[in-house]
C-alpha cells in the first residue's frame, strides 16, 4: 500500500509541476520585465522535460512489468498539450514585449516552436517504447 502511495504522489507532483510553471508563465506576462517573462517561459520549458523523464520511466517499468501501453499514451497526451501551451505563450510573448520574430505573423512562430517541441519529444518517446517492445520479445535473442 505504501508503494501505491508514493507512485501516486510521484504522478500527481510530476504533473503539477508544469502546471504551477505555466501559471507563473502566464502572472509574468502581465506586466513583468522581459528578462523575467522569458526566464519563466524557459522553466516551464524545462519543467515539461523534467516530467517527460519521470512519465517515460513510469512509461517503459510498466511496460516492461506489464506490457501495457497506458503511460505511453497519456505520456504522448501530456507532451502534446504541454508544448501547445508553451507554443502559445511563446506566440503571447512576442505579441506582448513586441519582439522581432523570423515571420510576419506572431501565430506560426507559435506554432513552429509547439511543432518543434512535440515532434521531438513524440519521436523520442516513440523510440523508446519501441525499443522495449523489442526488448520485451524472446525472438529476438535468438
Known amino acids: ?21 505555466l501559471f507563473k508563465v502566464v502572472g509574468d506576462l502581465n506586466g513583468a520585465e522581459l528578462q523575467e517573462a522569458l526566464d519563466s517561459l524557459l522553466h516551464y520549458q524545462i519543467s515539461i522535460w523534467v516530467s517527460w523523464l519521470v512519465l517515460v520511466s ?27 501551451f508553451l507554443g502559445y505563450m511563446s506566440q503571447e510573448l512576442v505579441i506582448e514585449y513586441d519582439l522581432p520574430n523570423k515571420f510576419r505573423d506572431n501565430y506560426s512562430f507559435g506554432v513552429l516552436q509547439a511543432l ?22 524472446r525472438w529476438h535473442r535468438s
Do not use: C, D, G
Request: proline share 1%; net charge positive.
Open 1 to 21: 500500500m505504501r508503494k501505491k502511495n508514493v507512485l501516486r504522489f510521484l504522478f500527481l507532483a510530476v504533473l503539477l509541476y508544469p502546471i504551477f510553471s
Open 58 to 84: 513510469a512509461s517503459v517499468y510498466f511496460k516492461w512489468t506489464r506490457q501495457k501501453n497506458f503511460f505511453f499514451f497519456f505520456t504522448y497526451a501530456f507532451l502534446v498539450v504541454a508544448f501547445a
Open 116 to 137: 518543434q517541441h512535440i515532434i521531438s519529444s513524440v519521436v523520442l518517446t516513440a523510440f523508446l517504447q519501441a525499443a522495449v517492445w523489442w526488448f520485451t520479445r
